[in-house]
């Protein structure tokens, strides 16, 4: 039996959405043998797409890709915080 899922995050703009692959590309390369995994990015979405012969390992592939888009998300939000910050008049 084969698993497969796809996950498709739909991003704020086109630049969040390249910069999230680009963050998430290194994590995501040489995966194991009897995995598949595709990444890609449209418009402002990026499309995971994973496949293995069991439940678990995709379903854990799937919440590790999660929890790296969180933490993503929380560290560009904090990042544009202090911008808007720093550019904020006396």
């Known amino acids: ?3 497969v899922c796809s996950v498709k995050l739909l991003c704020s703009s086109k630049a969040v959405a390249y910069k999230l692959a680009n ?3 290194p994590d995501n390369v040489g995966v194991s043998k009897n995995r598949q995994f595709k ?3 449209s418009d402002s979405s990026v499309t995971f797409n994973f496949d293995s012969a ?3 390992s995709v379903f854990g592939t799937m919440v590790s890709i ?3 888009v ?3 998300q929380e560290v560009w939000l904090l990042s544009h915080s202090k911008q808007a ?3 904020r008049p006396n």
């Open 1 to 3: 039996m084969k698993v």
């Open 23 to 25: 963050v998430l590309q």
């Open 39 to 41: 990444m890609s990015v």
């Open 54 to 56: 069991t439940l678990d």
């Open 66 to 68: 999660l929890n790296d």
């Open 70 to 72: 969180q933490l993503f």
């Open 85 to 87: 910050f720093s550019q």
